[in-house]
């Protein structure tokens, strides 16, 4: 923030926007655009009369594709993958989601997070290693590695609420064994130096794609760029079939741990073939099989994925552009920005106070505004910070570093205060020109009427 805008700010941290805007009429009167406009938190005309509302991607676009795929499903009387042999759904929905991403193999599972269990199976993960994750993330992530019997330890988020490559270094001891990048609302995470991290210390990448389905770092599709890659096809993702998810990756042996742990040890054809006859042997594994109508559908939603990215992307891009001349915006940050998803539009207020204030008015205006969403700050989550497991002896929290981890606020202070300071307008792949031009309208009449307009 330049200097006069920070006076200004101080001055109206001290007073309270209201009591300015109800006074002498500066700053109650702001000017966008050159038109006085008066915010509707008090009293004036509000941007959008009926409020508007980012609705889920996937299902705004289900059509005569996925219902006819879901036909073949119910006329066959098969629902069953293994039943089906070379027709299943589900396994058509792997080759095809494998060849556009660019990824060897690609397998259906029962829900993002089972993929992340498939996953934590694949790179062998246990009692006694380590994974790195964001401290801002969703809790499949933590509980995979828990589950697993392996430790999580958290790492801070940059300005991308993404992990901070440059303090996932600092979190490595001589047990870790994984970096979980997660490529969070729709933002790839900074590939490059978490590669490089990677393998100056011989750990394995697994790359969470489930707020990132479609997202691309660098021309590549995420989750193809580290060891392993895993997605959700639940509702808020960018494609759903209501519940489902994936596990990608170019590496066989990694698949084939992955595809036994996700059915009992097995190997099934066409992967025992594709396999060589399979490498591995058995194991204690689970059931997380895709059913055939999930694939049906997926197999649809496939289709859409791009133009779903494509809405969000040039959505997000009009609102950026048309804010961009704002004096001393702070726009999130993207390793990225033609590979982001454009899930939403946030900007730093540069305090929890201002936030919240620029969050009312929008409110008010008919433009809903949120911090950032569908992720929880972890560490502070009180059955994380307390370790709570279903059995005391949980091999996680029996290890020395086990016992001797700490949760809570002090292991992530820095993505604390990141998140409480940003703020901004979720987006939507059918949001039409008048939906963009009053998101824009609200947010430029908000920021220049909080920051003053002088
Ligand atoms: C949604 C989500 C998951 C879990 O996916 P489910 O299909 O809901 O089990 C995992 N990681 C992240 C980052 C998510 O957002």
Same mark, same amino acid.
């Given at each position: ?14 007073? !309270? &926007? ?46 005569? /594709? $996925? ?56 790179? $062998? ?11 801002? &993330? ?31 270094? #600092? ?47 660098? !021309? ?9 890659? /895993? ?6 993702? &960018?494609?759903?079939?209501?519940? !489902?998810?994936?596990?990608? &990756? ?44 999930? %694939?049906?559908?997926?197999?649809? #939603? ?41 899930? %939403? ?14 969050? %009312?008015?929008?409110?008010? $205006? ?6 950032? !969403? ?9 059955? /994380? $910070? ?37 703020? %901004? ?30």
């Amino acid at each position: 923030m330049k200097a006069p805008i920070t006076n200004r700010r101080k001055f109206l941290e001290t007073v !309270g &926007t209201a009591s300015i805007l109800m006074g002498s009429g500066v700053g109650l009167r702001s000017l966008a655009n050159g038109a006085e406009q008066r915010l509707a938190l008090d009293g004036g005309e509000p941007v959008r009369p009926t409020p508007l509302s980012a609705r889920p991607y996937g299902p705004q676009f289900y059509d005569d /594709i $996925e219902k006819q795929e879901l036909l073949d499903v119910l006329e066959s009387k098969v629902p069953f993958r293994w039943s089906r042999g070379p027709s299943s759904k589900v396994l058509a929905f792997e080759k095809e989601y494998a060849a556009h991403v660019g990824a060897k193999f690609a397998l259906g599972v029962t829900s993002g997070t089972a993929a992340l269990y498939s996953a934590m199976a694949a790179l $062998e993960v246990g009692p006694g290693d380590e994974v790195i994750l964001p401290a801002w &993330t969703w809790y499949a992530c933590y509980d995979a590695i828990v589950l697993s019997g392996a430790l999580p330890v958290f790492a801070e988020i940059d300005d991308s609420f993404d992990i901070d490559p440059a303090d996932i270094e #600092q979190k490595i001891t001589p047990q870790t064994k994984v970096i979980m990048a997660v490529h969070l609302q729709g933002c790839p995470c900074d590939m490059d130096p978490i590669l490089e991290i990677a393998r100056k210390h011989n750990l394995r990448v697994l790359e969470d794609c489930a707020q990132c389905a479609g997202g691309r770092y660098k !021309g590549k599709y995420v989750g193809t760029i580290g060891d392993i890659g /895993i997605n959700s096809f639940q509702l808020s993702k &960018t494609i759903t079939a209501g519940e !489902g998810g994936a596990v990608i &990756t170019s590496d066989p042996k990694l698949f084939e741990r992955a595809f036994r742990f996700h059915d009992f040890g097995t190997l099934h054809t066409p992967y025992t073939e594709a396999l060589g006859g399979g490498l591995l042997s058995a194991f204690a594994a689970c059931n997380f099989r895709m059913n055939e109508f999930t %694939g049906a559908v997926l197999r649809g #939603q496939l289709k859409k994925l791009e133009a779903i990215c494509q809405g969000l992307r040039a959505n997000a891009r009009k609102v950026r552009e048309a804010i961009a001349d704002l004096p001393g915006l702070k726009l999130r940050k993207s390793p990225d920005l033609e590979g982001d998803l454009g899930v %939403g539009v946030f900007l730093d207020w540069s305090t929890q106070q201002r936030r919240d204030k620029f969050l %009312g008015a929008m409110k008010a $205006e008919g433009i809903p505004a949120s911090g950032p !969403g569908g992720s929880v700050i972890l560490p502070i989550a009180e059955r /994380i $910070e307390q370790k709570a497991t279903v059995h005391p002896a949980w091999p996680s929290f029996q290890s020395p570093r086990g016992r001797a981890i700490q949760y809570g606020r002090q292991c992530c202070p820095r993505t604390i205060d990141i998140l409480s300071r940003a703020g %901004g307008v979720i987006m939507d792949p059918k949001f039409g020109d008048n939906d963009i031009r009053d998101i824009i309208k609200a947010i430029r009449k908000v920021y220049l009427a909080l920051n003053g307009s002088r």
